[in-house]
């Protein structure tokens, strides 16, 4: 069935990186884009960005401008989240998700229908 | 960016209670508007797309409704697994936002 199967938990020191996987399942991976959205403990959802992954363009949120890179393997079916830079607020757990985009008659909805179970990041001294 | 405002934060109901959740967009977003649900530890589920379509699987008791700035997110006759936090999303425009929450009780 359709699933999205991501990477383990991690610790982080500041200023170090990670980088969190999400492998795509029984569907065609290049034909949905893929998001980002995390969540800190006990926080809401903050949306991060996307990637397309047929040609890899990807677009992100203003804030992590420059401490953000998705990127993607289709030999793997699988996308790549890295947050540089890491500080304390980053500790969350960080969701990927499929995107379907639905043509209404010219008009095209867009909702995340399949989500991955989260990665747990941990930035701690 | 597009601010989402939920209402209320927080609610107690009982099994079998209508229960009324609204979300207010900071400007008109037509009808590019999503609600999920979220249980303690999981990751968000679908409920609604477009304001008010409902997701397959998802039981007859939920529905959205609205367009422009302003909708609500109707649970018809709330069961015990529907307690759980709701969230609203805009589509309209990236960054997607969404709504802070709503923790729905049991009274």
């Known amino acids: 069935q359709v699933q999205l199967v991501q990477s383990g938990a991690e610790v982080k020191k500041p200023g170090a990186s990670v980088k969190v996987s999400c492998r795509a399942a029984g569907y065609t991976f290049t034909r949905y884009h893929m998001h980002w959205v995390r969540q800190a403990p006990g926080q809401g959802l903050e949306w991060m960005g996307i990637?397309?992954?047929?040609?890899?363009?990807?677009s992100y949120a203003q804030k992590f401008q420059g401490r953000l890179t998705m990127t993607r393997d289709t030999s793997t079916s699988t996308v790549y989240m890295e947050l540089s830079s890491l500080r304390s607020e980053d500790t969350a757990v960080y969701y990927c998700?499929?995107?379907?985009?639905?043509?209404?008659?010219?008009?095209?909805?867009?909702?995340?229908?399949?989500w991955g179970k989260g990665t747990t990041v941990t930035v701690s001294s | 960016d597009i601010q989402m405002t939920q209402s209320p934060s927080s609610l107690s109901a009982s099994v079998g209670d209508r229960v009324t959740i609204t979300c207010r967009a900071s400007q008109s977003i037509s009808s590019y508007l999503n609600w999920y649900q979220q249980k303690p530890g999981k990751a968000p589920n679908l409920l609604i797309y477009a304001a008010s379509s409902l997701q397959s699987g998802v039981p007859s008791r939920f529905s959205g409704s609205g367009s422009g700035t302003d909708f609500t997110l109707t649970i018809s006759s709330l069961q015990p697994e529907d307690f759980a936090t709701y969230y609203c999303?805009?589509?309209?425009?990236?960054?997607?936002?969404f709504g802070q929450g709503t923790k729905v009780e049991i009274k």
């Open positions: 998700a499929r995107v379907i985009e639905e043509d209404y008659s010219g008009r095209y909805y867009y909702y995340m229908d399949v």
């Open positions: 990637i397309n992954p047929s040609g890899g363009s990807t």
């Open positions: 999303q805009q589509t309209y425009s990236t960054p997607w936002t």
